[in-house]
C-alpha cells in the first residue's frame, strides 16, 4: 500500500501530526506514505499564506530520524492552480521535494461551495473548470494532477465532453505529468474515485499510462483509505501505479 496525498498540520485545514500518520500506517501496513500539504495563493483561500516550507522541513526531517524505518516517508505539496502562480510555484520546487501535486480548487474566487451551485449547474461549473485544468497541464511545473474532477465530490456528479478531456489527457503525457487517482470522494458518500473509471479509459486511451494513489486524508485514521478499491480498479483498467522520488516516477509492480 501507498499513500501520496496527505495532509499535515503544515495545512490550514489539519491537525494531524507527521508522526501520527507514520505510526498509523505501520499499524496499516503502508509501505510508502508521502506529505502534500496545501500551498495556496488564492488570497479567497483559507490556507492563503498558511504554509511555510521551512516550518515543513523542520517537522519533516525531525520525523524521518526518528522513524525506525519500516516505512518509505516522502515530502510532497499540494499547489492550488500552478498556471496563475508559477514564480511562487518555481521558488518553492527548489526544495528537494519528491513529489508535486497540481489541483484546481478555484476558479477565480469561485469555489464549488452551495452558494456557487446554487447559481451554477454542474454543466456550467465544469465547462469553466475544465479550461482551468486545461491551462494549468498547458503551464505545468508539477508532476501529477490532483484529483483532476474536484467539483464531482461537491456537485455530486461529473460532465465533461470527450474533446476536452482528449485536449486535457494528450497535453497531460505530452508534458510527462500524470493524473492522482484521488480516494477523498468515496468518504463523502460518492461511489467514483476522483477520477472515476471513466475518465481513466480516456486518458489511457490519450497515452496515458501512469498514476499516483492518494487518499487526500486530512485525519490519521484516513491514511491509505480505500487504497484497495483505486488498485484493483486500475489493474482492470490496465493502468500502473507509480511512486514519486526526487520528482522522479518509479514503476510500482
Ligand atoms: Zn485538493
Ligand atoms: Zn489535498
Not at 57 to 86: C, T
Not at 136 to 158: C, M, N, S, W
Not at 219 to 228: C, T, W
Request: net charge negative.
Amino acid at each position: 500500500m501507498k499513500d501520496l496525498h496527505i495532509h499535515t498540520e503544515c495545512s490550514c485545514d489539519s491537525e494531524a501530526k507527521m508522526e501520527d500518520y507514520i505510526s498509523e500506517a505501520k499499524r496499516k501496513g503502508i509501505e510508502t506514505i508521502c506529505f502534500t500539504d496545501h500551498v495556496d495563493w488564492n488570497s479567497n483561500d483559507y490556507g492563503y499564506h498558511y504554509y511555510e516550507p521551512d516550518t515543513f522541513w523542520e517537522r519533516f526531517r525531525a520525523v524521518k530520524n526518528e522513524s525506525d524505518g519500516g516505512i518509505e516517508v516522502l515530502a510532497g505539496f499540494e499547489f492550488g492552480e500552478p498556471h496563475l502562480y508559477q514564480e511562487q510555484l518555481t521558488e518553492l520546487a527548489k526544495y528537494p521535494y519528491d513529489l508535486i501535486i497540481g489541483s484546481i480548487h478555484w476558479i477565480g474566487d469561485m469555489f464549488p461551495c452551495q452558494q456557487v451551485r446554487e447559481q451554477y449547474s454542474a454543466k456550467e461549473f465544469f465547462t469553466l473548470y475544465w479550461q482551468e485544468v486545461l491551462k494549468t497541464v498547458q503551464a505545468g511545473g508539477f508532476d501529477v494532477l490532483g484529483h483532476i474532477d474536484f467539483p464531482k465530490r461537491y456537485y455530486g456528479e461529473i460532465y465533461y465532453t470527450e474533446a476536452v478531456m482528449k485536449e486535457i489527457f494528450s497535453t497531460l503525457v505530452e508534458k510527462d505529468m500524470i493524473l492522482e487517482i484521488n480516494t477523498s470522494s468515496l468518504r463523502k458518500g460518492h461511489t467514483q474515485t476522483m477520477p472515476g473509471k471513466e475518465l481513466l479509459e480516456i486518458y489511457q486511451a490519450n497515452g496515458g499510462k501512469y498514476v499516483t494513489i492518494g487518499s487526500d486524508a486530512h485525519v490519521v485514521e484516513d491514511i491509505g483509505a480505500d487504497y484497495k478499491a483505486a488498485k484493483s480498479m486500475i489493474e482492470d483498467i490496465g493502468l500502473q501505479e507509480v511512486v514519486c522520488r526526487q520528482r522522479k516516477r518509479q514503476i510500482i509492480s
